[in-house]
């Protein structure tokens, strides 16, 4: 706007009505002068995401799959909780990681998205469902600190009080382990929680599930993390995807408790969303309550994830990849 000769407060009138009431043209923007609007046409456009999709599990999760201008298609889930509505959004186009538990990753990586393109899927759910998104999670598709830049501008402007108006302590980032990233977002000076996808205790089965551990592996994992709870005082989540007879058995809980002692941290077990091709199994409901208790034994808090629209195939990657994308 000071570009174009504007006063700088037409940049926070802008922002209102596209991330708060939605806009989809510049023409929309009414509180801006006509000829003001045209110059505008000419520069910038507002785009939408296309949806090719959406979903709705009988326990009420809500899953969409998205086109993107280039043809590439992401995936969204709207999670409710009571009065909560957990949004769960992509970050990149497929994933470069090649987690072998996940569908996302059995297709590689297409690209990173931009900013704009992670926050529209905020604001096409809205759009869609008609609910207040409350919290957002960055656990869909792709690896966040892989597009570190992009994700960090879009929190923003997802808790910007003329963006979307979330708080920023209703925002978490997950990442599989990028280290570099973990220690510059202990720098950002934001109220985002971080959350660690481990999915095992030791470095000989991390390396089989999350094969960026074999660049940074357990040790410097728990070093970064435990320099960002020095430095923020936030706690770090660490997700845990349970599969039977590979991480759930009690010499994992043992070590991952030895791992953990003395953090302030959050433990949440998942129960594997079974991908038919990769020939994996969830841990019985026996091995997970042995594991929480283990863990939960040595003073560690721990939750076991409720089990979520495994009937939309809500788990990453899972409809895009069924539907031939």
């Given at each position: 706007?000071?570009?174009?000769?504007?006063?700088?407060?037409?940049?926070?009138?802008?922002?209102?009505?596209?991330?708060?009431?939605d806009a989809a043209s510049i023409d929309e923007v009414t509180n801006l002068s006509k000829a003001l609007r045209q110059r505008l046409s000419?520069?910038?456009?507002?785009?939408?995401?296309?949806?090719?999709?959406?979903?709705?599990?009988?326990?009420?999760?809500?899953?969409?799959?998205?086109?993107?201008?280039?043809?590439?298609t992401i995936e969204a889930v709207l999670i409710p909780d009571g009065p909560r509505r957990t949004a769960c959004i992509s970050s990149q186009a497929g994933c470069g990681i090649g987690c072998p538990f996940c569908a996302t990753g059995l297709g590689g990586l297409v690209r990173n998205l931009r900013a704009g393109e992670i926050v529209d899927q905020i604001l096409a759910i809205q759009r869609l469902t008609g609910e207040r998104v409350s919290h957002v999670v960055f656990m869909g598709m792709g690896e966040p600190f892989a597009n570190?830049?992009?994700?960090?501008?879009?929190?923003?402007?997802?808790?910007?009080?003329?963006?979307?108006?979330?708080?920023?302590?209703?925002?978490?980032?997950?990442?599989?382990?990028?280290?570099?990233?973990?220690?510059?977002?202990?720098?950002?000076?934001?109220?985002?929680?971080?959350?660690?996808?481990?999915?095992?205790?030791?470095?000989?089965?991390?390396?089989?599930l999350v094969p960026l551990n074999r660049k940074y592996p357990i040790a410097e994992l728990m070093d970064a993390c435990r320099e960002?709870?020095?430095?923020?005082?936030?706690?770090?989540?660490?997700?845990?995807?349970?599969?039977?007879?590979?991480?759930?058995?009690?010499?994992?809980?043992?070590?991952?408790?030895?791992?953990?002692s003395g953090m302030l941290c959050h433990v949440n077990l998942i129960p594997l969303n079974p991908v038919p091709e990769t020939g994996l199994e969830r841990s019985t409901p026996e091995a997970i309550r042995r594991f929480a208790a283990i863990v939960k034994g040595a003073g560690i808090e721990v939750t076991t994830r409720r089990e979520r629209g495994t009937d939309i195939q809500a788990a990453c990657g899972q409809l895009r990849r069924s539907r031939g994308r």
């Amino acid at each position: 706007m000071e570009e174009l000769g504007e006063p700088r407060y037409r940049a926070e009138q802008m922002m209102r009505w596209i991330y708060q009431q939605d806009a989809a043209s510049i023409d929309e923007v009414t509180n801006l002068s006509k000829a003001l609007r045209q110059r505008l046409s000419r520069l910038v456009e507002i785009e939408r995401l296309q949806v090719e999709t959406c979903e709705q599990s009988v326990d009420g999760t809500r899953k969409f799959l998205f086109r993107l201008r280039d043809g590439a298609t992401i995936e969204a889930v709207l999670i409710p909780d009571g009065p909560r509505r957990t949004a769960c959004i992509s970050s990149q186009a497929g994933c470069g990681i090649g987690c072998p538990f996940c569908a996302t990753g059995l297709g590689g990586l297409v690209r990173n998205l931009r900013a704009g393109e992670i926050v529209d899927q905020i604001l096409a759910i809205q759009r869609l469902t008609g609910e207040r998104v409350s919290h957002v999670v960055f656990m869909g598709m792709g690896e966040p600190f892989a597009n570190y830049a992009q994700v960090i501008k879009a929190a923003r402007l997802l808790s910007d009080r003329c963006g979307v108006g979330l708080g920023a302590r209703r925002l978490t980032i997950s990442t599989s382990g990028v280290v570099p990233a973990i220690r510059r977002f202990s720098e950002e000076r934001v109220q985002f929680g971080l959350a660690i996808s481990l999915h095992a205790a030791t470095d000989e089965v991390r390396n089989i599930l999350v094969p960026l551990n074999r660049k940074y592996p357990i040790a410097e994992l728990m070093d970064a993390c435990r320099e960002y709870v020095a430095r923020t005082n936030r706690r770090v989540t660490f997700e845990y995807v349970m599969i039977r007879d590979l991480n759930d058995g009690p010499d994992q809980a043992e070590r991952l408790a030895e791992l953990l002692s003395g953090m302030l941290c959050h433990v949440n077990l998942i129960p594997l969303n079974p991908v038919p091709e990769t020939g994996l199994e969830r841990s019985t409901p026996e091995a997970i309550r042995r594991f929480a208790a283990i863990v939960k034994g040595a003073g560690i808090e721990v939750t076991t994830r409720r089990e979520r629209g495994t009937d939309i195939q809500a788990a990453c990657g899972q409809l895009r990849r069924s539907r031939g994308r």
